[in-house]
């Protein structure tokens, strides 16, 4: 049984902490092109992520800091991603606007419900995690692509298949998530 806790000093919370403070370094890195260092930053925050949570889980470490850390990491990992792909032109302005705009509508919405509505927020759900998934894998591939010339094409292939199913699969869980929050 999952009990949240005010503990801020955990092990989950310092692998979240770490992967924030991994953020600028990350940005940097990417859009002063060194593909190479930003794909395996990128993909220590993708497997840092699943470790926080699977730590929390098998620890039994959860707490309010860590289930606040952890989609604010993402969300960050994922918004410098699409601003530095797009400022070196490996992915269209267009995409960095339909994810920001998700995030929008449901900050939005989810600060309307919790002012109109005295509501905490909505139970985190699976398809918003894959979402999320979906998209930290496509970056890392997508970089991959311009640190690798060779794989470019694949990578590029690959990595936005994944992001375009990770865009309709992030609406969609937004849609849930509002559908869940108007029934509450």
């Known amino acids: 049984m999952e009990t949240t806790t005010d503990r801020i000093v955990t092990i989950p919370n310092a692998i979240s902490a ?35 949570g699977w730590l ?8 309010t800091v860590g289930e606040a850390l952890d989609p604010i ?14 400022i070196v032109d490996v992915v269209a302005w267009w995409l960095v606007v ?33 979402a999320t998934t979906m998209l930290l894998y496509a970056f890392p591939i997508l970089v991959l692509g311009e640190a690798v010339p060779a794989l470019h094409d ?7 298949a994944w992001a375009l199913w990770g865009l309709c699969t992030y609406w969609y869980g937004a849609f849930l998530y509002l559908g869940e929050a108007r029934t509450i």
């Open 98 to 130: 339909a994810i920001v705009a998700r995030d929008v509508v449901m900050l939005g919405y989810l600060l309307w419900l919790r002012l109109a509505k005295q509501i905490e927020g909505v139970e985190v759900h699976y398809i918003g995690k894959v």
């Open 18 to 52: 770490l992967r924030l403070v991994g953020v600028p370094v990350y940005f940097w890195m990417l859009i002063s092109e060194h593909y190479g260092w930003a794909c395996m930053l990128m993909v220590f925050a993708g497997v840092s992520d699943y470790l926080d």
């Open 154 to 160: 694949v990578c590029r292939a690959f990595g936005w």
């Open 56 to 63: 929390a889980r098998r620890l039994q470490q959860f707490s």
């Open 73 to 86: 990491a993402d969300r960050l990992y994922i918004g410098f991603t699409l601003i530095g792909l797009a």
